[in-house]
């Protein structure tokens, strides 16, 4: 079956400090990886897209890594900000067709002064 | 360049009452997705139109239904509305295999 884990549920961290989301997938056959940011109230907006050759794409102070094999990714927030506040939601996409993007839950990060 | 814009922002509605949310999509897109956000929940697949056809649909009810318009704006209508129902609706744009962008959705809620 094909789904989309992401840990943790949710995440506290002081202002200024760095943080790493994780998201593990079964989508097989799989096409590319996106990560979004979901602000409260808001749509999700994309932060990076990765296809099954890249191992890491960073957007600013967001980096993002993939490990195929194993099926993993991974954002990590570096310095982290008030503003990054939000819940980061993991997407995998199959090859083909709208139903065939997996949404994780997401991880819901509150970063405090 | 205008985002994918959706309306209205908040809805109220009580039980049995149908609802009919509106969905423009950025310029030059093409594809029209819906997606409904319960809380707590991750983004649920409804509908996928492209060029005015309804390409593929999510394990929702029939109840749930819409439509693309010949300038690629898009309707989804929910009838017969349940309280487990209330959700955020998202609608997203795209153009071919690029990336969705999605609007800020509307808020249904069911008393």
Redesign the interface.
Known sequence: KNQ?EQSPQSLIILEGKNCTLQCNYTVSPFSNL?W?KQDT??????LT?MTFSENTKSNGRYTATLDADTKQSSLHITASQLSDSASY?CVVSAPT???N?F????TRLTVIP | EAG?TQSPTHLIKTRGQQATLRCSPISGHT?V?WYQQAL??????LL?YDEGEE????NFPPRFSGRQFPNYSSELNVNALELEDSALY?C?SSYGNQ???????T?LSIL
């Open positions: 989309v996106r979004y109230g808001r749509g999700p907006v994309s897209i939601i067709g709208a139903n993007l949404f994780g839950t997401g | 994918v594809s997705y707590g929940l991750g983004l649920q697949f996928w390409r593929n649909r999510g998202l997203a990336p969705q962008h999605f609007g800020d959705g808020r």
